[in-house]
């Protein structure tokens, strides 16, 4: 093998070196940029979605409360009751564990949960029991009274719960599009570090040939026709 086609070779095997480095830097980001992504949505997953879930499930027994203090007040039998005053200590008791819950996968809203949290215990404990005792003593005039007062300051604990539900919305919906936005951009920068880097060693192969054998064999056939023709080369 002769020198000068070793020389070439090298430069063959160089361009498909640099042509493996670009695409597996490009490779590499691609690759990294997406576990990025994918941790972003697994957060949203496991901790944004989950507090989302557990913030419903209070605000539905708020809706519960509301539904329970109207049903004991038109109940009749004293049985039935106690049992519904079971439930609404059930209820009451399920709505601040679900409250912590919320917390714990939203801590960024821990102080709109523990003002709501405050809100609904200081109705459950200081409202409430007045209208449960006047239940009790079939005393409906007072009962109803207070009924009204409460749905008044449930329906405030539940305005609350909304305002935060609407951030909670925002900021998700805010995330997920930044990550889509993300996703977008990474695919956008891959294809052109790539396809960029596939063009330059493209060209510089081409550089090569040109140089590197087109251009010595028109010499070598410019100096064979000048033979032919007798001129000393």
Not at 115 to 141: C, S
Request: hydrophobic share 50%.
């Amino acid at each position: 093998m002769q020198l000068s086609n070793v020389k070439l070779l090298y430069k063959i095997i160089g361009c498909f070196l640099l042509l493996s480095v670009v695409v597996g830097f490009g490779v590499w980001f691609a690759a990294s940029k997406m576990e990025e992504i994918d941790r972003t949505y697994a957060s949203m997953l496991e901790n944004e979605v989950q507090g989302m879930k557990a913030n419903f499930r209070a605000n539905a027994r708020l809706f519960n409360f509301g539904r329970m203090s109207w049903r004991i007040i038109a109940e009749t039998d004293p049985a039935e009751m106690q049992k519904l005053s079971r439930e609404i200590a059930a209820n009451h008791k399920e709505f601040s564990d679900f409250i912590a819950q919320a917390k714990k996968g939203l801590p960024q809203f821990a102080a709109d949960f523990d003002r709501i949290d405050r809100m609904f215990d200081d109705m459950m404990t200081k409202e409430y029991p007045p209208l449960e005792q006047a239940t009790m003593a079939n005393n409906n005039e007072l009962a109803v009274r207070l009924a009204k007062d409460i749905a008044k300051h449930n329906q405030a604990v539940r305005d609350a719960q909304f305002a935060i539900s609407n951030k909670l919305d925002k900021e998700l919906s805010d995330r997920s599009h930044a990550a889509s936005a993300d996703v977008a951009s990474t695919i956008k920068l891959t294809v052109l570090l790539v396809g960029g880097g596939f063009l330059a060693v493209l060209a510089l192969a081409f550089a090569i040939v040109q140089f590197g054998i087109a251009r010595p064999i028109g010499r070598l056939v410019g100096d064979l026709q000048a033979m032919a023709r007798g001129q000393d080369v």
